[in-house]
C-alpha cells in the first residue's frame, strides 16, 4: 500500500510541475497568435496548439541551451525539473522536493523502528488521493455520458432522405473522402455534429432538410467533413484525457477551450477553401442561422460540432467575412515559428555539473551513456548479422532459382526434342468421336492427345464442325481445353467458312448454370432432380426447388423453405417464407416478409430487414432499404447508403445506380466514375457496358467514353468477347470493335456461355409463335437442338 502510494504521490508530481511548464507554453502561444493575429492562417494558429499536447504528454525532459527556462532563477529551474514516476520507485532512498517545500531541520528525519512507525497521510500524499478522486469522478462522468449517447446512437436508422446523401457525395467528392459515412437523424440533436473515430457518423437533428436549404446543409456537410479530414474527434479525445487529467489547473482547461475555438476556425477556413471566398457570406449566414437552435448541453469527447460555443462567434464571423488566402511565405513563417516555440518551450534547462553530483544523477546519467553505447554497440553487431543472413538468403535464393531455372531449361529442352511443334491444331467433330490431325479419337481422350504437341503463345486451335454436336461432348471438349497451353481459338462456319477467333473463357461457372448437374424434375405436381441423362436422382416429394449451388438447393415443403444437399437430406431447416441459392457462402432468405442471409449451417448472418436482395457478387449485395437501393458487406453493414431510386449488381469494379432518371456507375466506395447521363444500362462485362441513349443502343468503357456508339434497336452485354444485337428486326453477334460476326438473321438471341449461346426463330413472328430454339457456336453451327 505504501509503494503504490508512493507511486501516486511520484504521478501527482510530475503532473503538477509538467503543467507550471505548460502554463508558460499556454502564455507563449497566446502571446504569438496576438503578434501574428492577421497574419498567420487559422489552420497554423490551431496547429500551435499541438505543442501543448506535445509538451503534457512528454514522458522525459530534454535539456537544451535555447531552452526558456534557462532563463528563470536557479531555484525555479530546479523546481520545474519534473520527476520521472519510474525514477521513484528505482531510487526509493532519494528525496523527492516535489511540492518544493522549503527544506527546515524538521524534515531531517531519524529511522523510526517499525513498531513505532504510523499511517499519518502527509500534505503530498492527501493531494495526490484528491487529484485520483477527481480525476476518477470527471473521467466517470464523461463516460457515462458518452455511453449514453453511444447507445442511443445504436438504436437508430442511417437517414432515409436522398437529397442528404446526394449532397454528402457532392461534399466527400470535394473534400476528396472516399471512407463511408453515415447520416442519422436523431431526437435530442440540436446542432449537426460529427461523432466517433472508428465508424463516423454525422448526426443531425429531425426533419433537417425542412429546416436548412440545399447550399446551407452543404455547408454544414463540408464543415464536419473538414473535422473528419483532420482527425478531429481523435484530437478531441486526446484533449479530453488530458484536460481531466490535469484538471487541478484552470489554465490548462482555458487553453483547450482556445484548441476547441481554434479549431472551428481552421476548419471554416478549410471550408471557405472548397467552396470560395465568394461563398463566404452565405456561409456565415449559414453560422448564424443555427445560433437558434444552438444547446448548453455539455460537451462530448467523441464528437465535434460545427457550433460549439457562441462567446467566439464574433472572432468566428469577422475571420469569415474577411477570409483570403494567405500568401505562401506565411506559411513557411508559421513552420519556423512553430519550430523555435518548439526548441523554446518543450525543451528544459541544461543543469550544471555541480547540480549533478547527487548519487542519483551521477547513476542516471552514467547509465544512459552506457546504454547508449551498449546500444550502439548492439545495433553495430545486428547490422553486421542481418546483412551476413542477407547474403546467405541472397546466396542460396539466386541458388534455388539457377537451379529452378536450370530445371525449366532442361524440361523445355527435353519437350523440345520429344514433342512436336504445332502452330494449329484443327478439331474436326464427326459422328464417331473427334478427328485430330486426321486421326479420329474418343471424345475423352482428347486432352492425352494434345498433349503429345508442343505450343507457343501463337499457336491457336480451330473447332470445324461437320455435323450437330452433342452439348455434353462440347462442354468435355471446351473443358479440356481448358487445361492445355494454347489461348486462342478459332472459330469455322462450316457452310460459309466464316471464322472468328476469340480467347479462351472459363466457364466452370456459366456451364453449370446452362447445363446443371442436376435438373429439377416434376412428377405428378411434385419436385425432384434428375441427371444429365434424365435419370432420377431425388426423388420429387418437394412442392417447389431451386437450382444446386455450392452442394446445396433450396426447396420448398409445403409453407416454408430449406436446404438440401446433392443426396436429398434436409441440410437446413424449412423455416423461410422464401430463399434463394447459395452464392459466395450466404444464401438469401425472408423472414417476416424482410430478407436477410444465413450461411451453410443455417445461422442468420445478416438480420432480415430488407424489402429486396440480390445474391453476393464481388463481396457486395445490392438491397432495398426503406425505397431506396445501397449496397453491404458481408458483415450486413452499408458500403455504399440507400440512396439510389435503382441500381445494378457490382460487376468489374463499378456498379449501375439510377438517380432522377438518370443512370451513371460507381465503384465500391460510392464515388460517382461515370456520370448520371443514361436513359439505361447494363453491368460491365469484358470490360464494355451497354447503355441506351435516345432509344439507341452501344457500349462505353470504364471512363465513360463511346467504343461502339449507340445505333442497334436492342442489344445484350457482351459475354465471351461477343454481344447479341438488334438491326432491322434480326438479331445477330458482334465483336468488341463493333464488327458483325454473325449475321442477324435470329428472332431472339442471348449471350454466349461455355462458348453457345442459346438462339430462336419464330414460325410465325406476328403472331409471336416460337419456332425453333437451338444452341449455336461462335461462328453461328448449330451446336445442338433444343425443341
Known amino acids: ?152 446512437i445504436r438504436l437508430q436508422s442511417s437517414s432515409s432522405s436522398p437529397l442528404l446523401y446526394q449532397l454528402l457525395e457532392q461534399c466527400k467528392k470535394q473534400m476528396k473522402i472516399t471512407r463511408p459515412l453515415a447520416l442519422i437523424e436523431m431526437e435530442g440533436i440540436r446542432i449537426p455534429v460529427l461523432f466517433g473515430i472508428f465508424k463516423p457518423k454525422i448526426l443531425l437533428p429531425v426533419n433537417f432538410t425542412q429546416k436548412m436549404t440545399a447550399d446551407q446543409i452543404k455547408h454544414i456537410l463540408l464543415h464536419e467533413l473538414a473535422h473528419y479530414k483532420r482527425n478531429d474527434v481523435l484530437v478531441s479525445c486526446l484533449t479530453t484525457i488530458l484536460q481531466i487529467s490535469y484538471w487541478f489547473n484552470p489554465i490548462i482547461w482555458f487553453a483547450f477551450y482556445r484548441m476547441r475555438s481554434d479549431r472551428e476556425l481552421a476548419c471554416d477556413e478549410m471550408t471557405l477553401n472548397r467552396i ?37 462567434l464574433k472572432r468566428r464571423l469577422a475571420m469569415i467575412v474577411n477570409f483570403k488566402q494567405r500568401p505562401l511565405i506565411w506559411s513557411i513563417v508559421a513552420i519556423i515559428v512553430l519550430i523555435a516555440v518548439g526548441g523554446f518551450a518543450l525543451t528544459d534547462a541544461r543543469v550544471k555539473s555541480q547540480q549533478t553530483n547527487s548519487p542519483a544523477s551521477q547513476l542516471s546519467n552514467l547509465s544512459d551513456d552506457e546504454i547508449q553505447n551498449i546500444d550502439s554497440l548492439q545495433y553495430q ?28 531449361e532442361k524440361s523445355a529442352q527435353h519437350d523440345k526434342i520429344q514433342k512436336p511443334y ?30 503429345t504437341f508442343r505450343f507457343d503463345d501463337q499457336s491457336i486451335i480451330t473447332l470445324k464442325p461437320e455435323q450437330m454436336v452433342d452439348h455434353n461432348d462440347w462442354f468435355n471438349i471446351q473443358m479440356q481445353l481448358q487445361m492445355i497451353k494454347i489461348k486462342r481459338l478459332k472459330y469455322v462456319n462450316a457452310k460459309t467458312g466464316k471464322t472468328i477467333i476469340t480467347k479462351q473463357y472459363n466457364f466452370e461457372r456459366t456451364h453449370r448454370i446452362v447445363n446443371p448437374e442436376l435438373i429439377p424434375k416434376q412428377i405428378n405436381g411434385k419436385y425432384g432432380y434428375s441427371d444429365r441423362k434424365f435419370q ?82 464481388e463481396e457486395l449485395a445490392l438491397v ?71 432509344g439507341k443502343y452501344g457500349y462505353i468503357d470504364k471512363k465513360g467514353n463511346f467504343v461502339i456508339n449507340t445505333q442497334f434497336e436492342h442489344a445484350e452485354s457482351f459475354s465471351e468477347g461477343l454481344a447479341a444485337v438488334r438491326i432491322n428486326g434480326k438479331y445477330g453477334y458482334i465483336d468488341k470493335r463493333g464488327a ?31 419456332g425453333q430454339g437451338f444452341e449455336i457456336d461462335k461462328a453461328g453451327n448449330v451446336i445442338g437442338k433444343i425443341q
Open 1 to 152: 500500500m505504501i509503494t503504490l502510494l508512493d507511486f501516486l504521490v511520484s504521478i501527482a508530481a510530475w503532473l503538477f510541475k509538467t503543467s507550471l511548464k505548460a502554463s508558460v507554453l499556454v502564455a507563449l502561444i497566446l502571446i504569438i497568435q496576438l503578434v501574428f493575429r492577421r497574419k498567420l492562417s487559422a489552420r497554423w494558429q490551431y496547429g500551435l496548439w499541438l505543442l501543448l499536447i506535445i509538451r503534457l504528454i512528454l514522458p522525459f525532459d530534454i535539456e537544451s541551451r535555447f531552452s526558456l527556462f534557462n532563463l528563470m532563477p536557479s531555484q525555479n529551474t530546479q523546481l520545474l525539473q519534473a520527476t520521472n514516476p519510474a525514477e521513484a520507485i528505482s531510487t526509493p532512498n532519494i528525496e523527492l522536493t516535489n511540492f518544493n517545500v522549503p527544506a527546515t531541520s524538521a524534515q531531517i528525519e531519524t529511522e523510526v523502528p517499525p513498531a513505532q512507525q504510523n499511517f499519518n497521510l502527509s500534505t503530498k500524499e492527501i493531494l495526490a488521493l484528491v487529484w485520483l478522486l477527481g480525476l476518477i469522478a470527471i473521467l466517470l462522468y464523461t463516460f457515462i455520458c458518452n455511453f449514453k449517447l453511444w447507445r442511443k
Open 276 to 312: 470560395g471566398a465568394a461563398q463566404s457570406q452565405a456561409y456565415g449566414q449559414t453560422i448564424i442561422s443555427l445560433l437558434e437552435n444552438m444547446t448548453t448541453k455539455s460537451r462530448l469527447p467523441v464528437t465535434v460540432s460545427i457550433i460549439e460555443t457562441k462567446k467566439d
Open 381 to 408: 553487431v545486428f547490422d553486421q548479422q542481418v546483412e551476413q543472413e542477407i547474403n546467405s538468403s541472397s546466396g542460396q535464393a539466386g541458388a534455388s532459382e539457377n537451379h529452378q531455372q536450370n530445371v525449366s
Open 422 to 451: 504445332r502452330s494449329e491444331i484443327i478439331i474436326t467433330f464427326t459422328s464417331d468421336g473427334v478427328k485430330v490431325d486426321g486421326e479420329t479419337i474418343n471424345v475423352d481422350s482428347l486432352l492425352p492427345k494434345l498433349n
Open 536 to 617: 432420377i436422382v431425388i426423388e420429387p416429394k418437394f412442392d417447389e426447388v431451386g437450382l444446386f449451388q455450392e452442394d446445396l438447393a433450396p426447396v420448398r415443403i409445403e409453407k416454408k423453405w430449406g436446404f438440401i444437399n446433392k443426396k436429398g437430406d434436409v441440410r437446413i431447416e424449412p423455416e423461410f417464407q422464401q430463399a434463394r441459392p447459395f452464392d459466395e457462402g450466404l444464401a438469401a432468405v425472408m423472414v417476416n416478409n424482410l430478407w436477410g442471409f444465413i450461411d451453410k449451417s443455417g445461422k442468420i448472418v445478416i438480420e432480415p430487414a430488407f424489402e429486396s436482395v440480390t445474391s453476393f457478387h
Open 624 to 694: 432495398t432499404f426503406k425505397g431506396k437501393r445501397g449496397f453491404i458487406r458481408k458483415g450486413g453493414q452499408f458500403a455504399i447508403p440507400p440512396t439510389y431510386d435503382n441500381a445494378r449488381e457490382f460487376s468489374e469494379g463499378l456498379a449501375a445506380v439510377k438517380l432522377n432518371d438518370k443512370w451513371g456507375f460507381v465503384d465500391y466506395n460510392g464515388n460517382i466514375v461515370i456520370d448520371y447521363q443514361f436513359d439505361n444500362v447494363d453491368r460491365f462485362s469484358d470490360g464494355l457496358a451497354l447503355v441506351r441513349l435516345n
Open 740 to 770: 458483325v460476326v454473325i449475321e442477324p438473321q435470329y428472332d431472339h438471341a442471348s449471350n454466349f456461355m461455355g462458348g453457345l449461346a442459346h438462339v430462336i426463330i419464330f414460325e410465325k413472328p406476328e403472331l409471336n409463335i416460337k
